[in-house]
């Protein structure tokens, strides 16, 4: 069964750093997210991206994220200058065709953990 | 602003009937998604309603109300394996990728 994945499984890096994440969505899906959860706390959502653009975003995403579909198969979050409250799981998810764009997948998720 | 509000947590026995509730009062709204969450792993897909009224899948059903702005999922002869957080999320963004805002989360204890 075709799944989400994302590299790597966990990532440490030095507050001020830039990092980025890696997801490869499932192959004929058109719709890609990114969402992060803070340890103990809910599911947040980043942006949504489809058609080579940003479709949403939310209020945490602002100039220090951005996003980038580089190639026909990757989808990457790039989180420049980290800080210690970046510290969180973050998911990709994709969904698609357009009949079924809700039912989104998810991928296992990458640990960041700023120090 | 949004606002969805889950219990925190429920316990149940195994072989019972739960209903996880939800409500929400969101600015925007197109569509309300459960998903499974498994300590330590990804949410997973369980259901997506945009219209009112019960929609069925196997064990598991989601019934949505807009003008209440509640939705619930019912679980049917639950199982050891369906101890987990179920999160119910609003999307309420209007493109065709949209955006969603999630509960907090109910974490479901299935007992002997």
């Known amino acids: 069964e075709p799944e989400v994945t994302q590299t790597p499984s966990h990532q440490v890096t030095q507050m001020g750093q830039e990092v980025i994440l890696r997801c490869v969505p499932i192959?004929?899906?058109?719709?890609f997210y990114w969402y992060r959860q803070i340890l103990g706390q809910k599911v947040e959502f980043l942006v949504s991206f489809y058609n080579n653009e940003i479709s949403e975003k939310s209020e945490i995403f602002d100039d220090q994220f951005s996003v980038e579909r580089p190639d026909g198969s990757n989808f990457t979050l790039k989180i420049r200058s980290t800080k210690l409250e970046d510290s969180a799981m973050y998911f990709c998810?994709?969904?698609?065709?357009?009949?079924?764009?809700?039912?989104?997948?998810f991928g296992p998720g990458t640990r960041l953990t700023v120090t | 602003g949004q606002n969805i509000d889950q219990p925190t947590e429920m316990t149940a026995t195994e072989g019972a009937i739960v209903q996880i509730n939800c409500t929400y009062q969101t600015s925007g709204f197109n569509g309300l998604f459960w998903y499974q969450q498994h300590a330590g792993e990804a949410p997973t897909f369980l259901s997506y309603?945009?219209?009112?009224g019960l929609e069925e899948k196997g064990r598991f059903s989601s019934f949505l109300s807009r003008s209440k702005g509640y939705s619930y999922l019912l679980l049917k002869e639950l199982q050891m394996k369906d101890s987990a957080s179920y999160l119910c999320a609003v999307r309420d963004g209007g493109t065709n990728a949209g955006k969603s805002t999630f509960g907090d989360g109910t974490t479901l204890t299935v007992k002997p």
């Open positions: 192959s004929n899906h058109l719709y």
């Open positions: 309603n945009v219209l009112d």
């Open positions: 998810a994709s969904s698609g065709p357009p009949s079924l764009r809700y039912e989104q997948y």
